[in-house]
């Protein structure tokens, strides 16, 4: 270590041993330490022009493995596995890292948890002014008065003079002493007067600077936005007059426009494109410009500027044996076999296709239990959406205070298990033998995922740091789950699922940012399933999803980007895109696509459908790649792996809740006191008393934000007697070493379901009113 350190302890500098993936061994970095951020560098040199990578501390955690390594990770998409020369360097460099870390969060948010600068209100400025104008009457008053008394005590002083009787002087003193005093009092009340209008107006001067700034960067961010809302404008123009010209030109003489338009649909139908994995397996998310090493042996994902860069994908041609015109063709029994061997229940003959059907009620239990199937409609409120969102132009939706007219009563906990509404299809997946066609059934769960994302635009509830949230439905559905708000900043969830022949559990983080017509939401972290059976242990990671029309217009979602499921122990890789939608595309809407490939790379089945419909596979028959372009796949008869499932009735007065979303939330005995279902906002929310729930969720965030800073303080203390600070630790997850992708990651202890069980609620916390 070097001698070269700063004096507040939260600033700090020297050498450590940091785990370079392209050298595949720890190398001697020069770290700084400064603003909550730790910076790397060659050498001391470098720091002028160069830096190798950057990590936030006030979105990571940081933790020690053994008497010298210290790992920081934020939230999976960077991970720094650091070597000090000895335990004491280890510990210094932690109580700086976590002093460094509370001091960022603090210059993030100020003053609250979720606080954003008031809009100051036309109440506010006239009272201002109205203060301002009864001081200045104060003194306009002590004016008069001075100047009343003051020319009272010049008449007694020259009748004085005139005066040559010492007896009528003597007479005369007292009346000037008299005048003399009232002239001394009216003129200290004006001192007092201007004093007071001085403190009231360097006050209101400060407020009314705020008021100013404030305005300014309002006006700002709204010409910055008019000019990307005309920017836009202008390309949409310009592809419009581009795809109308391209329309004439494509029309033959004596050829019409129904008929080119014909064309192109049976050319979609039978005929597409799919993007191959990348030659770096990685999970990726293109639209954020984050990826993750998904090998066993990578240790660190910052991918800094010495990593090596991903390579290129490229896309192979698809030609299917779907019949262009007619019924479809019955589909072959090999096929049917292998996609069908286990789901002969789940399944139904329609018009020569076999489609996948759940046969189970997700609101009727084996036991005979009914679960509810409405819920109280959505009140009619209306607020102005727009007047809350302008404030909130580049920030981080998930520190923004919302009121519940822009939620859902579900908490983020609940709405991550509704995911398993389909899990069926994993079922599906577990009863197959063939890895690559177990990875069709696994590629068209996560697909599932996002059915309900079409026309849910509400926001859910953010989970409480500590609350949970169980979903035991092993006697209808055949699974159960129970999620954990661990962390929260970043706000970080931990989700167990376990099925009957599968486990899956993931660690999720969802950023969103607001740009002014959109709102994007960037889930972070990777999700693990494990089949039982086969030991098959597959990973992925969420694509990015997009709410547009913020400001004018219907609010739609898309979700959009690429993603890599593999199989680390068969090498094998699913890897789906998800189209972003274009006015001017002649692609479906919402369409996904995608190709497994075995650990050779050679293709085995391909994928296509829509993120809100269905989604057909097709077995690869021949590959072609003589052609030094695109590669041709050709396929066998489509089969329809997933499909969704239709709304209940009503829905759309009931948040458009699917019959699994309309019972997460129904009142259960017997679950932890953390639970999401007696979370009391979320409650009044559902019932439709709105103005309580505002009420309640303002007292349950201050009650929050109150342990936080005690949390803060504690932390700060410890640091400062040079003790380690282990900071807020989850009750029913911990913190370990992922052995997969070597990131930290937080995984379930497995005592929740022992302790309810017993009714042993010892070591919840208090976190609801």
């Known amino acids: 270590m070097s001698d070269n350190r700063s004096v507040h302890q939260s ?3 020297g050498w450590l041993y940091k785990w370079t993936n392209y050298l595949r061994g720890y190398q001697k970095r020069w770290f700084v330490l400064q603003n909550g951020l730790l910076s790397y560098y060659r050498n001391q040199a470098e720091m002028a022009h160069t830096c190798r990578g950057t990590i936030n501390l006030a979105n990571a955690y940081i933790h020690t493995e053994d008497s010298n390594t210290i790992v920081i990770s934020n939230s999976g998409t960077h991970t720094f596995y650091l070597k000090a020369t000895s335990e004491v360097e280890r510990q210094k460099w932690v109580t700086a890292l976590e002093l460094a870390r509370a001091d960022a969060i603090r210059l993030t948010e100020p003053d609250s948890d979720e606080e954003v600068e008031p809009e100051p209100s036309k109440n506010e400025l006239q009272n201002m002014v109205k203060t301002l ?19 009272g005590l010049q008449r007694a002083l020259t009748e004085l003079e005139s005066m040559d009787s010492p007896s009528e002087a003597g007479s005369k003193l007292k009346v000037i002493n008299e005048r003399a005093t009232m002239f001394r009092i009216t003129t200290n009340a004006m001192i007092n007067a201007c004093g007071e209008y001085l403190d009231v107006a360097k006050t209101q001067v400060k407020r009314l600077q705020k008021i100013v700034n404030y305005e300014h960067e309002q006006r700002m961010k709204l010409e910055e936005m008019v000019e990307q809302l005309a920017k836009e404008q202008v390309t949409l123009e310009s592809k419009a007059k581009k795809s109308m010209g391209h329309a004439l030109t494509k029309k033959g003489p004596m050829g019409s426009e129904d008929e080119d338009f014909f064309d192109a649909l049976d050319y979609q139908a039978d005929e597409f494109e799919v993007a191959l994995p990348h030659t770096q397996t990685k999970h990726r998310r293109t639209d954020s410009n984050i990826s993750f090493d998904s090998q066993a042996d990578e240790r660190s994902s910052d991918l800094s500027s010495e990593e090596a860069e991903e390579s290129e994908g490229q896309e192979a041609r698809v030609y299917s044996h779907k019949a262009k015109q007619g019924p479809p063709r019955q589909q072959t029994a090999s096929v049917k076999s292998q996609l069908n061997r286990n789901a002969s229940s789940d399944s139904k003959r329609n018009g020569g296709e076999t489609q996948i059907v759940a046969a189970r009620n997700p609101r009727v239990a084996s036991g005979g239990r009914v679960r509810r199937a409405v819920i109280p409609p959505k009140p009619n409120y209306s607020l102005n959406l727009w007047s809350i ?25 609940q709405r991550l298990t509704e995911e398993f509404e389909y899990a069926d299809c994993l079922d599906r997946a577990a009863a197959c033998e063939d890895s690559a066609e177990q990875l069709v059934h696994v590629a068209a769960f996560t697909i599932s995922a996002y059915a309900t994302t079409t026309n849910r635009t509400t926001k859910p509830f953010n989970p409480l740091l500590g609350e949970t949230y169980e979903c035991d439905r092993t006697e209808d559905l055949g699974w159960k789950s129970f999620a954990e708000q661990v962390g929260h900043h970043p706000p970080l969830a931990g989700v167990h699922v376990e099925g009957k022949e599968w486990v899956l559990y993931q660690e999720v983080a969802i950023s969103s940012k607001f740009r002014g017509s959109y709102l994007q939401i960037i889930p972070q972290g990777i999700a693990h399933l494990v089949f039982k059976k086969s030991g098959n242990h597959y990973t992925w990671r969420k694509v990015t999803t997009t709410v547009h029309n913020i400001i004018v217009g219907k609010l739609w979602v898309d979700n959009h980007g690429e993603m890599d499921i ?9 890897h789906l895109k998800y189209a972003a939608y274009s006015y001017f595309s002649r692609e479906t809407p919402r369409k996904v696509t995608g190709v497994v490939t075995d650990q050779d790379g050679i293709a085995k089945w391909v994928l296509t ?65 953390t639970d ?4 009391p906002d979320q409650r009044a929310m559902e019932e439709g008393r709105w103005d309580e729930a505002n009420k309640l969720k303002q007292q349950l965030e201050e009650k929050q934000r109150a342990a936080r800073k005690k949390r803060e303080a504690e932390t700060e203390e410890a640091s400062k007697r040079g003790e380690t600070v282990k900071g807020y630790q989850p009750v029913w997850f911990e913190m370990k070493q992922d052995p997969v992708t070597g990131s930290p990651i937080h995984v379930y202890k497995g005592q929740y379901w022992n302790c309810k069980e017993k009714s042993d609620w010892s070591s919840c916390p208090s976190i609801f009113l």
């Not at 593999?566 to 699913?574: E, G, L, M, V």
């Not at 999401?676 to 979370?679: A, G």
Request: some cysteine.
């Open 609 to 673: 459908g829509t993120w809100d419909k269905r989604m057909e596979a097709a077995k690869v028959v021949h590959i072609d790649e003589s052609n030094r372009g695109k590669p041709v796949f050709e396929t066998g008869p489509h089969v329809c792996i997933w499909e969704k499932r239709p709304p209940p009735p009503g829905s759309d007065k009931m948040y458009n809740f699917t019959s699994l979303a309309i019972t997460l939330n129904e009142p259960e005995e017997g679950v932890a006191p």
């Open 133 to 151: 104008t009864a001081k200045l009457e104060d003194m306009n008053t002590c004016n008069d008065l001075i100047a009343k008394h003051g020319s």
């Open 389 to 413: 969102m302008k404030n909130c132009i580049g920030k981080d939706l998930s520190k923004i205070p919302m009121p519940v007219n822009f939620s859902e009563p579900l908490s983020m906990l």
């Open 566 to 574: 593999t199989n680390h122990k068969t090498k094998d890789i699913c």
């Open 11 to 13: 600033n700090y500098r």
């Open 676 to 679: 999401s279902r007696r979370r």
